[in-house]
Nanobody
Framework: QVRLVESGGGLVQPGGSLRLSCAVS????????IGWYRQAPGKQRELVAS???????NYAYSVKGRFTISRDNAKNTVYLQMNSLKHETTAVYYC??????????WGQGTQVTVSS
């Protein structure tokens, strides 16, 4: 069983930075990629960034150049560094374990709120 635990969310001012963490445990060898999704109130869940076990990364167009996904294999942890935060960044962020078909397990989510 794959377990995903997000942390690092909170309240931040516009233009500020925040780093989210996703601790992965159990069944890690079944994972082809780790993804970050977000869901804002009244909006559909959307992919923010993902990283494959081979080192490839993908980003939503809206966050390119501002967000960076990375991993520390020794700690079984994936990070999402978020810079130049905007009001529309506000959402619940989820870490996902992906196979070749897509996400098959989700974390509980962590709230990110951008407000002055």
């Amino acid at each position: 069983q794959v377990r995903l635990v997000e942390s690092g969310g909170g309240l931040v001012q516009p233009g500020g930075s925040l780093r989210l963490s996703c601790a992965v445990s159990g069944g890690i060898f079944d994972i082809d990629a780790i993804g970050w999704y977000r869901q804002a109130p009244g909006k559909q869940r959307e992919l923010v960034a993902s990283a494959t076990s081979g080192g490839s990364t993908n980003y939503a167009y809206s966050v390119k150049g501002r967000f960076t996904i990375s991993r520390d294999n020794a700690k079984n942890t994936v990070y999402l560094q978020m810079n130049s935060l905007k009001h529309e960044t506000t959402a619940v962020y989820y870490c996902t374990a992906d196979n070749l078909w897509g996400p098959f397990n989700w974390g509980q989510g962590t709230q990110v709120t951008v407000s002055s």
